[in-house]
């Protein structure tokens, strides 16, 4: 799909992801991008660069997926759609009912108003979850569904509805199977916060990082701007259906990754406690690559040392902001 002069509507495009696929289409020669979001977890401060760019609009009238005449209405006049809005893993797991109505009931109307509009082409965010715990290595998109969570299960439908839209309607639609997604923009003070947040609240009280078992669960993490780069190969490439596994196909345990984030911390002195296991969703998790080079032409371009990077002098900014906008506020 050439991008040029397309209108694009990003669902979910003020969260952590969709934030940065706004910015990664600015790049490109599309005309207009617009922003559908309720709000719920992304934030209008996630687009200020954006906003900047006369391009870049919210929609108005609201942005939940769950109302179909405005979804519908935004709808009007695009080209391309990238679909990310969705309730989380631990948000589904607490809360099934919502996650149905959400991720199953407002994929169905994304997928509805695309076919009504004749969208030339949708991204769906799909998850690594759909695989549960990997029984090969590295998984390819061939893996089985192994997935025991209620938030894989409504990807798996996610999955399932594009595949049956693209056949009976001809929508083109590319599902994108995230690894472990991290980077600037991250939330790191809500319910639902990443491993490598809770790690660096440890190391910022001068704690040492929690460790549940040995530490050898592992997992494929990819920064958040390679998978905004992701989503653009995908509208762009000339593939009209699939399912593609984003990562960089690399295994980093969370001993590794806390030892990581407490050398980039300059913290090796607090060393890491361990804790007997915990009861966890997955524990070994790598991604195979090659199909969405070859499909997509993407290839992940920031190593882990680098995005962490990243991540961590982004948090330190931002808390230091929020701070002191508090401090002028007298709170």
């Not at 009280?205 to 920064?223: C, M, N």
Request: aromatic share 10%.
């Amino acid at each position: 799909m050439d991008l040029t002069n397309k209108r694009i509507l990003v669902i979910g495009g003020a969260g952590l992801i969709g934030s940065h696929v706004v910015e990664e289409l600015l790049k490109t020669a599309v005309s207009e991008v617009v922003v559908y979001d309720d709000f719920s977890r992304g934030t209008r401060d996630n687009l200020a660069e954006a906003l900047k760019d006369p391009r870049v609009s919210i929609f108005p009238y609201g942005g939940s997926i769950l109302h179909r005449d405005i979804l519908e209405c935004a709808m009007e006049n695009v080209d391309g759609v990238v679909h990310l809005a969705a309730l989380w893993l631990l948000h589904c797991y607490e809360f099934p009912q919502s996650a149905f109505e959400t991720n199953i009931g407002g994929t169905f109307n994304v997928l509805e108003a695309c076919r009504k509009h004749q969208v030339e082409k949708l991204i769906f965010s799909s998850s690594a979850s759909v695989y549960g715990n990997a029984m090969e290595e590295p998984m390819t998109e061939d893996h089985p569904y192994n997935n025991w969570t209620f938030y894989g299960a409504t990807k798996i439908s996610g999955e399932h509805m594009l595949k049956a839209y693209h056949a009976r309607y001809g929508l083109d639609g590319i599902g994108l199977r995230y690894m472990n997604v991290y980077g600037p923009r991250q939330d790191y003070k809500g319910a639902y916060i990443a491993v490598m947040m809770k790690i660096l609240d440890k190391i910022d009280r001068g704690e040492q990082p929690v460790v549940h078992g040995d530490g050898s669960q592992s997992f494929d993490f990819i920064h958040v701007r390679d998978v905004a780069r992701a989503n653009v190969c995908a509208l762009q490439s000339d593939c009209p259906f699939g399912f593609f596994n984003v990562g960089r196909g690399i295994k980093t345990s969370i001993k590794e990754l806390a030892e990581l984030l407490l050398r980039l911390k300059g913290r090796q002195d607090l060393g890491i406690h361990y804790e007997p296991a915990s009861s966890s969703f997955v524990t070994n998790r790598v991604g195979d690559t090659q199909a969405a080079r070859k499909n997509l032409g993407f290839e992940w371009s920031i190593d882990l040392e680098e995005g962490m990077g990243s991540l961590i002098e982004w948090r330190d900014t931002h808390k230091a902001e929020v701070a002191a906008r508090r401090a002028a506020e007298g709170r």
